[in-house]
């Protein structure tokens, strides 16, 4: 059989389980990392609201149900707060899109961040580059196989898991009640959640939102 396969020009396919990755090879000329430093390391910083985000998609697996929920946020790296986000069942081009507009819809006059992402073929499309191009934000993407270029996003997932999914029995629990429930914990982010910032040479607990209006940044 190996034989018959090999003269036939043909080669066995393995199922292969692991983080899920929509990485689809060099679909198109991708775009040019822009939060590469010189020395080979980035800058996940930003000095005000709206001036660079990160984008990535994670997946959670529930244990009755055989679906997977994915997650596309699209984090501002000014103080990680998820300005645009979107659930689903389907790691396609509709949730990444969804998640992208939601976030532009918070931009404000002359507003134009540096959108990072990896390379996947979600971000490669002609509906995220359209997104893009109406809204001027300036399209960054990874260097090939270095999950470390968007580490800023992994960071967020790490956060997330640890405080929402793991350690957590879902037992019973179906794609439609977690979708609404990682909502709603999505929502809570910026407006519940107390976080730690450096301000003045000491650290100090807020929420993101209420942080932005201390410091005169939101209404």
Request: with cysteine.
């Given at each position: 059989?190996?034989?018959?396969?090999?003269?036939?020009?043909?080669?066995?396919?393995?199922?292969?389980?692991?983080?899920?990755?929509?990485?689809?090879?060099?679909?198109?000329?991708?775009?040019?990392?822009?939060?590469?430093?010189?020395?080979?390391?980035?800058?996940?910083?930003?000095g005000?609201?709206?001036?660079?985000?990160?984008?990535?998609?994670?997946?959670?697996?529930?244990?009755?149900?055989?679906?997977?929920?994915?997650?596309?946020?699209?984090?501002?790296l000014?103080?990680?707060?998820?300005v645009?986000?979107?659930?689903?069942?389907?790691?396609?081009?509709?949730?990444?899109?969804?998640s992208?507009?939601?976030?532009?819809?918070?931009?404000?006059?002359?507003?134009?961040?540096?959108?990072?992402?990896?390379?996947?073929?979600?971000?490669?499309?002609?509906?995220?580059?359209?997104?893009?191009?109406?809204?001027?934000l300036?399209?960054?993407?990874?260097?090939?196989?270095?999950?470390?270029?968007?580490?800023?996003?992994?960071?967020f997932?790490?956060?997330?898991?640890?405080?929402?999914?793991?350690?957590?029995?879902?037992?019973?629990?179906?794609?439609?009640?977690?979708?609404?429930?990682?909502?709603?914990?999505?929502?809570a982010?910026?407006?519940?959640?107390?976080?730690?910032?450096?301000?003045?040479?000491?650290?100090?607990?807020?929420?993101?939102?209420?942080?932005?209006?201390?410091?005169?940044?939101?209404?």
């Amino acid at each position: 059989m190996r034989r018959l396969m090999r003269g036939l020009g043909l080669r066995v396919c393995y199922a292969r389980r692991g983080r899920y990755s929509s990485y689809a090879g060099e679909i198109d000329a991708p775009a040019p990392n822009l939060l590469l430093r010189a020395d080979g390391t980035h800058d996940f910083s930003a000095g005000r609201p709206n001036e660079a985000w990160v984008s990535d998609v994670t997946e959670f697996r529930l244990p009755d149900d055989g679906r997977k929920v994915y997650l596309s946020p699209v984090v501002d790296l000014f103080d990680g707060k998820p300005v645009g986000w979107a659930v689903g069942t389907s790691p396609d081009a509709r949730l990444t899109e969804s998640s992208l507009e939601m976030a532009c819809a918070t931009l404000g006059e002359g507003e134009a961040p540096v959108a990072h992402t990896d390379r996947g073929c979600h971000y490669r499309w002609p509906g995220w580059k359209a997104i893009c191009g109406r809204h001027g934000l300036a399209r960054s993407m990874s260097r090939k196989g270095t999950s470390p270029d968007n580490a800023a996003c992994e960071g967020f997932f790490g956060n997330l898991k640890n405080e929402f999914f793991h350690g957590r029995d879902w037992s019973g629990w179906t794609a439609e009640a977690f979708m609404e429930l990682l909502d709603g914990w999505m929502a809570a982010y910026s407006t519940v959640r107390l976080k730690a910032f450096r301000e003045g040479g000491r650290t100090v607990y807020d929420t993101i939102d209420n942080r932005r209006r201390r410091l005169g940044l939101a209404a």
